[in-house]
């Protein structure tokens, strides 16, 4: 981990609460028989899930957009 430079805190977090985590989620889709739309019909259900959304696609967006701009005013050639 050192090596990488992963932060030790939260791999050993993301370690123990995996397992318990991924458990629950099993025993909520057998109480819904399968259906994922459970995750969504509480209001904080669902903002919880859109912020753990938001959190994982945010820090990609400056870089997504910052290629963008290169690539629309470097298209052209200037004479």
């Given at each position: 981990?050192?090596?990488y430079?992963?932060?030790?805190?939260?791999?050993?977090?993301?370690?123990?609460?995996g397992?318990?985590?991924?458990?629950?989620?099993?025993?909520?889709?057998?109480?819904?028989?399968?259906?994922?739309?459970?995750?969504?019909?509480?209001?904080?259900?669902?903002?919880?899930?859109?912020?753990?959304?938001?959190?994982?696609?945010?820090?990609?967006?400056?870089?997504?957009?910052?290629?963008?701009?290169?690539?629309?005013?470097?298209?052209?050639?200037?004479?």
């Amino acid at each position: 981990m050192r090596r990488y430079d992963f932060p030790v805190g939260p791999m050993i977090l993301g370690v123990i609460l995996g397992p318990l985590l991924e458990r629950q989620f099993r025993t909520a889709l057998q109480i819904s028989q399968g259906d994922l739309t459970i995750f969504i019909t509480r209001p904080i259900s669902a903002a919880l899930l859109l912020i753990a959304v938001a959190a994982l696609v945010l820090p990609y967006v400056p870089r997504l957009l910052g290629r963008g701009r290169r690539l629309t005013f470097g298209t052209g050639s200037e004479d």
